[in-house]
């Protein structure tokens, strides 16, 4: 797996090519697209809906998106952010994990979630933090699999939707 951060291209724009893999990334996952409420029709994710939830993303401070690729095509993405909003909170945080729905259960999204783990790791950071949507048991799982306890449970910042957040040691 090759891991790098995304590069827009010219004029802050992502490639199409770049672009249609990521809607078909986004698409793939539509368990966790319908229990997010992210897009107004989890089943018809379209290009210009995915170009803009990326780029809210990126226009938050300290925030990287990661895409990992394998065999010459896009099969995951992260994106995570360096700092939390809220001052008192030491953790980066993930803020995304998402592997292409083909690509499920062959250990690319622990994979992925080691590599930034490993990231932060690097720049002295202690620990990592989560949230996940409460009714999202498959992810929870996931993240309790790969060493992630709960610690709070809160509404995300975005959409007040119910979330365990969960943190790793570092």
């Known amino acids: 797996m090759i891991v790098e951060p995304l590069e827009l291209g010219e004029e802050g724009a992502l490639p199409g090519p770049l672009l249609t893999e990521l809607t078909e990334l986004y698409a793939s996952n539509q368990e966790f697209?319908?229990?997010?409420?992210?897009?107004?029709?989890?089943?018809d994710i379209r290009p210009e809906q995915v170009a803009a939830?990326?780029?809210?993303?990126?226009a938050q401070p300290h925030a990287e998106v990661l895409l990992a690729r394998s065999?010459?095509?896009v099969i995951g993405i992260s994106v995570t952010l360096a700092h939390h909003p809220d001052p008192d909170d030491p953790d980066p945080w993930i803020g995304l994990l998402m592997v292409h729905a083909?690509?499920?259960?062959?250990?690319f999204g622990r994979e992925l979630a080691e590599i930034v783990e490993?990231?932060?790791r690097a720049l002295g950071r202690t620990g990592v933090k989560l949230a996940v949507l409460d009714n999202n048991r498959k992810a929870i799982a996931f993240w309790r699999a790969i060493g992630?306890?709960?610690v709070d449970r809160r509404k995300?910042?975005?959409?007040?939707?119910d979330c365990i957040v969960m943190r790793k040691a570092l």
């Open 33 to 43: 697209q319908q229990l997010s409420g992210e897009f107004p029709d989890p089943d």
């Open 53 to 58: 939830s990326l780029a809210e993303e990126l």
């Open 71 to 73: 065999a010459g095509r």
């Open 102 to 107: 083909r690509d499920h259960r062959m250990g």
């Open 118 to 120: 490993k990231r932060f």
């Open 148 to 150: 992630y306890k709960e």
């Open 156 to 161: 995300d910042l975005k959409l007040g939707r």
